[in-house]
Nanobody
Framework: VQLQASGGGLVRAGDSLRLTCTAS????????LGWFRQAPGKDREFVAA????????YYTDSVKGRFTISRDTTKGTGYLQMNNLKAEDTAVYYC????????????????????WGQGTLVTVSS
């Protein structure tokens, strides 16, 4: 399975963007979906995740209330709706898949994710 993140761009602080994660195969519906980001000079960090059936979601504290993760459970396509963007949200955003057996603590860890897509750049100007 290959993943492709899209939807990034250059926006102003306070604007919104929706990122999309497209899978090459429908088998991706068997995986949990996660979004991670990497800002220049920083380590990759967890942003949000959702269980394979679209139920339980997880967010890093800095995006709670602003970002919403969702997915089309029939196609496996994932989304990250980002509202009220801030300059500190500037990063390359990656979508990834983890096995459905991933425990709760693993859902926020990059090590649990086996499939990674190409990133999409989000730049927020202040």
């Amino acid at each position: 399975v290959q993943l492709q993140a899209s939807g990034g761009g250059l926006v102003r602080a306070g604007d919104s963007l929706r990122l999309t994660c497209t899978a090459s195969e429908r088998s991706f519906t068997a995986y949990n979906l996660g979004w991670f980001r990497q800002a220049p000079g920083k380590d990759r960090e967890f942003v949000a995740a959702i269980r394979r059936r679209g139920g339980t979601t997880y967010y890093t504290d800095s995006v709670k209330g602003r970002f919403t993760i969702s997915r089309d459970t029939t196609k496996g396509t994932g989304y990250l709706q980002m509202n009220n963007l801030k300059a500190e949200d500037t990063a390359v955003y990656y979508c990834a898949g983890s096995p459905q057996s991933t425990i709760t603590s693993g859902m926020t860890s990059a090590r649990a994710y086996r499939i990674w897509g190409q990133g999409t750049l989000v730049t927020v100007s202040s």
